[in-house]
């Protein structure tokens, strides 16, 4: 069974804040992914990554920042965290021989900026 | 670029009763396509996927087939019970035809209630 482990699970930080969400995959998957969801709607891409040491923009980067130093490990960096970036994020990967690009979640991150 | 679909925001229904959500996409190559569902306060997961044009796929009393000649891949259930209340979102992937540097696509999302 694929595994993405995210820490940590919920966060409350304060407005100007740095805020660090990590990801960790055991799947073997060149493929990370980090998205945000705000209550009751949909999924936004924010970072994604493709192989180590390499990030690419999503849809919504502005205001984030995203690490990959290993296959296994993805970070999404929030330099000055704002009211706006409270929401739920989810990181993801996907890859392996067969690759159909189906998506293996996280149990998602909880954040609330005060 | 790619692009999904989904036309119902909400749909509301009384248990027992058959549901169709409705998926259409748009991309250059040959696409996998997706439907996840999200219950509540929990992380999206794979409830079905297909590549192969007029097959139909089936998991969990839901099933979809993806016909690539009105480029659509709609959900279905014969009778809704009152687990089926979540997020139902529709994905894309070209993954294998287009090559790297790679995004999926997702639709908004469908929110299904179902009513006692």
């Known amino acids: 069974e694929a595994a993405v482990t995210q820490s940590p699970r919920s966060k409350v930080a304060v407005t100007g804040g740095k805020v660090t969400l990590s990801c960790h995959q055991t799947n073997n998957h060149d493929y990370m992914y980090w998205y945000r969801q705000d209550t009751g709607h949909g999924l936004r891409l924010i970072h994604y990554?493709?192989?180590?040491?390499?990030?690419e923009k999503g849809d919504i980067p502005d205001g984030y920042k995203a690490s990959r130093p290993s296959q296994e490990n993805f970070s999404l960096i929030l330099e000055l965290a704002s009211l706006s970036q409270t929401a739920v994020y989810f990181c993801?990967?996907?890859?392996?021989?067969?690759?159909?690009?189906?998506?293996?979640f996280g149990e998602g991150s909880k954040l609330t900026v005060l | 670029g790619d692009s999904v679909t989904q036309t119902e925001g909400l749909v509301t229904l009384t248990k027992g009763l058959p549901v169709m959500l409705n998926c259409t996409y748009q991309?250059?190559?040959?696409?996998?396509l997706f439907w996840y569902v999200q219950h509540l306060n929990e992380a999206p997961k794979l409830l079905l996927k297909s590549s192969t044009d007029n097959k139909r796929t089936e998991h969990q009393g839901f099933y979809a087939t993806l016909h690539k000649s009105s480029s659509s891949f709609h959900l279905q259930k014969s009778s809704v019970q009152l687990s089926d209340s979540a997020l139902y979102f529709c994905a894309l992937s070209d993954l294998l035809t287009s090559g790297g540097n790679y995004k999926p696509t997702f639709g908004k999302g469908t929110s299904l209630v179902v009513h006692p």
């Open positions: 993801a990967s996907s890859g392996g021989q067969a690759n159909t690009g189906q998506l293996y």
């Open positions: 991309t250059t190559y040959s696409p996998f």
């Open positions: 990554s493709y192989v180590a040491d390499s990030t």
